[in-house]
């Protein structure tokens, strides 16, 4: 039995999941801190993608110069398309934020499990199963329920709105895109990259703040826990994970974040869901543990 359990540990496709589910449950409590942050759009992103940038670079140093004792080479089109990926992607969030209403941000975001499937196709010739196309289906119905289930307001369709949605699709598409060349080239510095790109965003940021100043104690450090601890370790993680499993997979499990993260906002700061929120949550959160169970059940030993 000791020997079995071994054995599934060091299986591709466990490892994978597991880290996957771990990086998904790390980055939960993002949101939270954000709004404990009080910031605006590009303010956040200065403050997110210097101190993130900062954090990665921290852990490819640990990793790559201190365990590996090796300079990576990042001369090449993959670490590119990370860095620019990771740059789109923090920037078109903060700005989805900022002008549009948050429910079609997020949803827009959700199909970033849509993106992977027709990316790893394309490029790696990898498709989905039924049972995965079924889950993506239940999620995106949870998801659709809890976001503009239970007396939602309606989303006026205009300019903001609209940009808002193109946002989170950019998003959307940059987190695939991200995870299927991690997946594709197993030698690029992927962390590297990344934090690179997380710099640049900020500096992007630091550029349109129209106000940059230095947050009260309690909102830096709400930033600070986003931007040094959750941002970096959850994304090296989940990135990590993609080498593993599918890419699709990944940005399915990541959509965790989407339900639990409200869960941690009314913890945190006592603004309660509603029940279409809940009952959305809990439709995402069976369909992953379904799903992840199967995924398990498949795999070899």
Known sequence: MYRSAMRKLKNPGTIG?????????????????MRISELDGFTMLAWRGVLSGLGYLLIWAWFSLRLELKIPNFLTLSFAIVVICQIINATFFSLAIAVAPVTIVLISVATAPIFSAILSWFFLGETLSKFSIGTAILVLFGLYIS?????????????????????GLGVAFTLAMNFTIIRKD?????????GIGALLAGSLGL??????????VKNMAAIAVTGIIILPVSFCTLSYAARFVPSSTVSLIMLLETVLG??????GIGEEP????????????????????NQRKNRPT
């Open 274 to 293: 509603t029940n279409a929120m809940l009952l959305g949550g809990a439709i995402v959160i069976f369909s992953l543990a379904a799903f992840l169970i």
């Open 17 to 33: 999941l597991s880290l996957a589910l771990f990086g998904a449950l790390l980055l939960t409590p993002d949101t939270l801190f």
């Open 262 to 267: 409200p869960l941690w906002i009314w913890w």
């Open 186 to 194: 197993k030698n690029v510095p992927f962390v590297l990259a990344i």
């Open 207 to 216: 550029l349109c703040a129209d106000n940059l100043y230095w947050p009260p």
């Open 147 to 167: 976001v503009l289930g239970g007396g939602a307001t309606l989303i006026e369709l205009d300019t903001s709105t609209l940009l808002g949605a193109l946002f």
